[in-house]
């Protein structure tokens, strides 16, 4: 069973930087393939990273691509997400997710385990 907590969300300043941290308590990460959403208040969920089950392939939104880094260590059943150069407009729950493939990792109804979030607020 796949139980995600993050954590690593708080206040920082524009153009500051944040790691997330997603552990799976379940310890069956390696089974999967992990992204990053996020959700900004009245918005709908986003997509920002994706990482496949050993860490060979990744994929990032055009909106974070060079500021933001997706990671995983299986080992530690934990991915993480790396956020650079932070702006206000990142402001937002962000979710780690769970998937058995790693197809249609852009669309949020195709995951089958999420995290409880955690809020990221970048300040002007």
């Known amino acids: 069973q796949v139980q995600l907590v993050e954590s690593g969300g708080g206040l920082v300043q524009a153009g500051g930087s944040l790691r997330l941290s997603c552990v799976d308590s379940?310890?069956?990460?390696?089974?999967?393939?992990m992204s990053w959403f996020r959700q900004a208040a009245g918005k709908e969920r986003e997509f920002l990273a994706t990482?496949?089950?050993?860490?060979?392939?990744?994929d990032y939104a055009d909106s974070v691509k060079g500021r933001f880094t997706i990671s995983r260590d299986n080992a530690k059943s934990t991915v993480y997400l790396q956020m650079n150069s932070l702006k206000p407009e990142d402001t937002a729950i962000y979710y780690c997710?769970?998937?058995?493939?790693?197809?249609?990792?852009?669309?949020?109804?195709?995951?089958?385990?999420w995290g409880q979030g955690t809020q990221v607020t970048v300040s002007s």
């Open positions: 379940g310890r069956t990460l390696r089974s999967y393939s």
């Open positions: 997710a769970a998937d058995r493939t790693f197809i249609s990792y852009r669309s949020w109804t195709e995951y089958d385990y």
């Open positions: 990482i496949s089950s050993l860490g060979g392939r990744t």
